[in-house]
């Protein structure tokens, strides 16, 4: 085997996109959710075979992981890297919140992970081998004024990313974090109210470095953690927030 078999939890937006091209170019196939336009096409033409899932990405059902690791299977017979974008933002002060809205947070920012670790970690076990990177929040490395009970899920998830890789560690599985925060995507603006350039501003005077950062650059942070080139760190969660967390 030649190429390596990567697979990407969301390939319709974020880190996604990015992240896809990255790996085909350096010699992946890959296993995709929900791909953007023409993402596909563009793929293969950069040398990568890939298999695409729709009405995947959402984690938080646990049938999806498991789709898109038997579909990398059932084309490669392994998975040798996998990317997890996971996380349901619930804004709001924790004496305005309901149990409804913790229900929410724990469903999209906790057992979306626990659902995608449960599906790809015993394959890679039991082949013997793999890398598995998931994308949670720098939120979850420190009080959030406005977001508690996200950024409450947010740090249970970092914590079961650790757990679990301390676990399989000796089966030569690496798992790791990356905890982003201040990206500039369309989802994030949102949420931040950061649309327009007064609100933009307010929210790029938070962030230490003055700016927000690019899905790029976060992808080209997160390539080392699955392209197979650097395999001497598991168990860890890293902050990506231009020096907010």
Same mark, same amino acid.
Do not use: K
């Given at each position: 085997?030649?190429?390596?078999?990567?697979?990407?939890?969301?390939?319709?937006?974020?880190?996604?996109?990015?992240?896809?091209?990255?790996?085909?170019?350096?010699?992946?196939?890959?296993?995709?959710?929900?791909?953007?336009?023409?993402?596909?096409?563009?793929?293969?033409?950069?040398?990568? %075979?890939?298999?695409?899932?729709?009405?995947?990405?959402?984690?938080?059902?646990?049938?999806?992981?498991?789709?898109?690791?038997?579909?990398?299977?059932?084309? !490669?017979?392994?998975?040798?890297?996998?990317?997890?974008?996971?996380? +349901?933002?619930?804004?709001?002060?924790?004496?305005?919140?309901?149990?409804? %809205?913790?229900?929410?947070?724990?469903?999209?920012?906790?057992?979306?992970?626990?659902?995608?670790?449960?599906?790809?970690?015993?394959?890679?076990?039991?082949?013997?081998?793999?890398?598995?990177?998931? !994308?949670?929040?720098?939120?979850?490395?420190?009080?959030?004024?406005?977001?508690p009970l996200y950024s409450s899920a947010r740090a249970g998830?970092?914590?079961?990313?650790?757990?679990?890789?301390?676990?399989?560690?000796?089966?030569?599985?690496q798992i790791n974090a990356v905890g982003t925060n201040f990206?500039? !995507?369309?989802? !994030?603006? &949102?949420?931040? &109210?950061?649309?327009?350039?007064?609100g933009r501003a307010r929210v790029e005077a938070q962030v230490?470095?003055?700016?927000?950062?690019?899905?790029?650059?976060?992808?080209?942070?997160?390539?080392?953690?699955?392209?197979?080139?650097? +395999?001497?760190?598991?168990?860890?969660?890293?902050?990506?927030?231009?020096?907010?967390?």
């Amino acid at each position: 085997m030649t190429r390596r078999v990567a697979l990407v939890s969301d390939a319709s937006g974020y880190v996604g996109p990015a992240l896809c091209r990255l790996l085909a170019e350096r010699d992946h196939d890959l296993v995709v959710a929900d791909p953007a336009a023409g993402l596909v096409d563009e793929l293969r033409s950069l040398g990568a %075979d890939v298999v695409s899932t729709t009405g995947a990405r959402n984690l938080a059902a646990p049938e999806s992981a498991e789709r898109l690791v038997q579909a990398g299977l059932d084309r !490669f017979g392994r998975i040798d890297a996998a990317v997890a974008f996971t996380g +349901r933002i619930v804004v709001g002060r924790f004496l305005s919140s309901s149990l409804d %809205d913790l229900r929410s947070a724990v469903s999209g920012c906790l057992e979306a992970p626990y659902n995608f670790l449960h599906a790809v970690v015993p394959p890679m076990v039991e082949q013997g081998d793999g890398q598995i990177l998931v !994308f949670t929040s720098a939120t979850g490395a420190r009080p959030t004024p406005g977001a508690p009970l996200y950024s409450s899920a947010r740090a249970g998830a970092n914590m079961l990313i650790r757990n679990v890789a301390g676990e399989v560690a000796h089966h030569n599985v690496q798992i790791n974090a990356v905890g982003t925060n201040f990206i500039d !995507f369309d989802g !994030f603006l &949102r949420a931040s &109210r950061a649309e327009t350039p007064e609100g933009r501003a307010r929210v790029e005077a938070q962030v230490p470095m003055g700016r927000l950062g690019s899905l790029d650059e976060v992808a080209h942070f997160a390539l080392p953690f699955v392209d197979g080139r650097s +395999r001497f760190t598991t168990g860890q969660f890293v902050a990506y927030a231009g020096g907010w967390a």
